[in-house]
């Protein structure tokens, strides 16, 4: 079993859509990150938290350290949202353990 | 951004032959970092530096050395290429371990 699952894998929303995108962790960590891949290959840092939420314009990310779970949400999705989300966290010696991505496709 | 450039962006090569991977940073972060991006996988840590000519090793360093010798300049060589080295190649770096990391475009390598 991998240290960070995320779920679903691949998901195609409707423009306009509210998306959430699960992670969840079996290890200890002090911070958990979520970052989004573009279709291009590049990869941007979203949020860094270890407690509460944060938001970002139409990003909102949570953790509930008590369960090991973190959510991304998107809301008023929009196609320029498609890309991978990839959720890590920052555990043993304060490496990084990345799940394997969702894949959205957001769709007009 | 934090100015973070790879290269080569794409390269092929044959079984057998060094590769070496080049990775610049004009931030001066402390902490550099390689990764491999397969499918079916999650970006796993090759090496990491945490300063001029200190590495450490990551969970799929064997077949991988790394040098720095400026803190701006991280390189990753493949010893002698095979097969299973096929992959997408990531640069990082951070101010501090454990925190954000910056991300070069990657280097697609093919090894024939």
């Known amino acids: 079993k991998n240290e960070v699952e995320q779920s679903p894998q691949n998901l195609t929303a409707q423009e306009g859509e509210f998306i959430t995108i699960n992670c969840s962790y079996s290890v200890g960590i002090s911070a958990l990150h979520w970052l989004q891949q573009h279709p291009g290959g590049g990869i941007v840092s979203l949020f860094m938290?270890?407690?509460g939420k944060k938001k970002h314009g139409r990003l909102i990310a949570t953790i509930n350290i008590q369960e090991k779970h973190s959510s991304l949400h998107i809301t008023a999705s929009h196609p320029r949202d498609s890309a991978v989300y990839i959720c890590?966290?920052?555990?043993?010696?304060?490496?990084?353990?990345f799940g394997t991505g969702t894949r959205l496709q957001v769709t007009l | 951004d934090a100015g973070i450039t790879q290269s080569p962006r794409h390269k092929v090569t044959e079984t057998g032959t060094p590769v070496t991977l080049r990775c610049h940073q004009t931030?001066?972060?402390?902490?550099m970092y390689w990764y491999r991006q397969d499918p079916g996988h999650g970006l796993r840590l090759i090496h990491y530096?945490?300063?001029?000519?200190?590495?450490d090793k990551g969970e799929v360093s064997d077949g991988y050395s790394v040098s720095r010798s400026k803190t701006e300049d991280f390189l990753l060589t493949l010893e002698s290429a095979t097969s299973s080295q096929t992959s997408v190649y990531f640069c990082a770096t951070s101010t501090d371990l454990g925190r954000e990391q910056y991300f070069g475009p990657g280097t697609r390598l093919t090894v024939t």
């Open positions: 938290l270890s407690s």
């Open positions: 890590a966290v920052t555990g043993t010696a304060s490496k990084l353990t």
């Open positions: 931030e001066n972060h402390r902490y």
């Open positions: 530096s945490y300063g001029v000519k200190d590495t």
